[in-house]
């Protein structure tokens, strides 16, 4: 594909996929360099849309600013509720790898307001970096989806888990692993809204039965079906016929 110009960072506001002109995504059989169409930088890519438009990860997760704000400031304690109105801000798109760092986020922010003990602001800095480090198209490509990834960093925080950590190495682990259980039984392809509510219910679930600590979610159906082509239907359990 053709290294593009003239495209303009003012223009990417599509939420659905290729967010410089609206027209679909579609994934390269081998990783090639190519240029950001919004920073201009030269980086490894793995798909563009049909025009031949890459958005890199950094610049497709580049809303932090509005997302964080609206977390920082938030007193929801419902983790569904809070994910679904962080998924309808402006910064948020469909699909992308900022949902991976807003999985840890929102996990935080409503264990925080369920009266949980953390440094928060600390605690929100380091999940939004460590889910940026989980590229866009992990669950294809590396065989770990980004929402899961999600859960196994809120749990790391919230034990203080490193490589050297005799015990708590396997918690944020097993949390993964049994997102990542939930999220095969009920199969592909991708949709970010649903692996990011499966993540959070089953983090939230595993918080009381590991840690004692009640997060209730609530599970309203999903009002993006209509917008996803890739949607499961009456396979996936928040949608709305």
């Known amino acids: ?15 659905a996929n290729c967010i410089i002109c609206g027209k ?20 490894p890519a793995n798909a563009a849309c049909v025009d031949g438009h890459f958005v890199c990860d950094e610049c497709h997760s580049s809303g932090s ?28 798109h469909l699909h992308g790898p900022e949902h ?17 003990e953390i440094d928060f602001g600390k ?25 899961a990834s999600g859960a196994g960093i809120f749990e790391s925080i919230l034990v203080g ?14 949390m993964t692993a049994q997102v990542l259980n939930k999220l095969v039984e009920l199969g592909g392809p991708r949709c970010c809204k649903r692996t990011g509510r499966l993540a959070i219910e089953t983090a939230s679930e595993l918080l009381r039965e590991k840690h004692g600590f009640r997060m209730p979610f609530s599970r309203p159906k999903c009002t993006f079906s209509g917008k996803n082509k890739e949607c499961l239907k009456g396979r996936c359990p928040f949608f709305e016929p």
């Open 24 to 43: 679909p995504i579609i994934y390269l059989k081998n990783e090639q360099l190519m240029e950001c169409a919004i920073c201009h930088k030269v980086k």
């Open 65 to 92: 600013d509005e997302i964080l704000g609206f977390l920082r400031k938030s007193r929801e304690d419902d983790p569904i509720k809070l994910f679904l109105d962080v998924c309808s801000l402006d910064a948020v």
């Open 161 to 174: 888990a490193s490589p050297l950590t005799p015990l708590e190495w396997e918690y944020p682990q097993r």
């Open 123 to 147: 605690a929100m800095d380091t999940a939004w970096r460590r889910g940026q480090d989980v590229p866009g198209g992990a669950c294809g490509f590396l065989g770990v989806c980004g929402a």
């Open 1 to 15: 594909m053709a290294v593009l110009e003239g495209c303009c960072c003012d223009e990417h506001h599509h939420a």
């Open 100 to 116: 991976h760092s807003i999985v840890p986020c929102v996990l935080l922010t409503a264990y925080k307001n369920c009266g949980g």
